[in-house]
């Protein structure tokens, strides 16, 4: 089994900054992307960015410039900088990793119980 706990969500004023963290253990042999998503009430889950294990990274155009996604892959762990929030950042963010289990060697997708992020305007 694959367990992903984040941290770093909370209540920030717009213009702020926030950093996400999510870490990954079990099992693992390898993480071949990790990535962040959100959901905001009544709304559907997006991408919010995503890093592969090489290092390329992809953002939604909401967050481009403004988010920074990076990765420790020694650690399992990928975190999420987000600088100059706004009120329509608001939602709970999710972690994700497309994980090579270390005993078959399958990939699987994993997902975080989620952290809130609140922007007050």
């Known amino acids: 089994q694959v367990q992903l706990v984040e941290s770093g969500g909370g209540l920030v004023q717009a213009g702020g900054s926030l950093r996400l963290s999510c870490a990954a253990s079990g099992s693992i042999f390898s993480i071949n992307a990790m990535g962040w998503y959100r959901q905001a009430p009544g709304k559907q889950r997006d991408l919010v960015a995503v890093?592969?294990?090489?290092?390329?990274?992809n953002y939604a155009d909401s967050v481009k410039g403004r988010f920074t996604i990076s990765r420790d892959n020694a650690k399992n762990t990928v975190y999420l900088q987000m600088n100059s929030l706004k009120p329509e950042d608001t939602a709970v963010y999710y972690c994700?990793?497309?994980?090579?289990?270390?005993?078959?060697?399958?990939?699987?997708?994993?997902w975080g119980q989620g952290t809130q992020v609140t922007v007050s305007s």
């Open positions: 890093i592969i294990s090489g290092g390329s990274t």
């Open positions: 994700n990793a497309a994980v090579v289990l270390g005993y078959s060697k399958s990939v699987y997708a994993y």
